[in-house]
């Protein structure tokens, strides 16, 4: 009977780190797609920004895009630091780090539109 019980334990244990095996795949997987689309949204709308300086001038919410940039490329350089560390410090720095890219995302786009309307849309209203 204790050697049924050790079995039993020891397939407890095997699943457990199959399944924390597989959510470890998946959390890097959303890791993966959330920072691509970060680094693909922050550098397309930090490259319209600089092309924007020059038609309508400086502005001081570009240089919070452009270190806004910063974001996804650090984490995506910190990420491969994190691959020494244990499970749980991964599963908890790759949670912080998929947050933070997404709200990098959301503080982009609203900073686009506020920059567009204020910008842009302020110029086209002075010249009607």
């Known amino acids: ?15 457990t780190i199959i399944t924390d095996n597989k959510f470890m795949e998946g959390l890097i997987k959303i890791f993966r797609v959330v920072t691509l689309i970060a680094m ?6 930090a490259a319209a920004s600089i092309i924007g300086v ?3 001038g400086f502005y001081p919410g570009i240089i919070v895009l452009l270190l806004l940039t910063l974001i996804p490329i650090a984490s995506k350089f910190y990420a491969k630091i994190l691959i020494s560390k244990s499970n749980v410090f991964q599963r908890n720095y790759y949670i912080t780090l998929t947050i933070i890219n997404l709200l990098t995302i959301l503080v982009v786009i609203w900073m686009t539109f506020v920059i567009l309307v204020d910008r842009v849309f302020g110029n086209i209203l002075r010249y009607c």
Do not use: D, G, P, W
Not at 1 to 15: A, D, F, G, I, T
């Open 1 to 15: 009977m204790l050697k049924n019980e050790q079995s039993s334990n020891k397939k407890c244990r095997v699943s």
């Open 40 to 45: 693909i949204v922050t550098l397309t709308v």
């Open 54 to 56: 020059a038609i309508t």
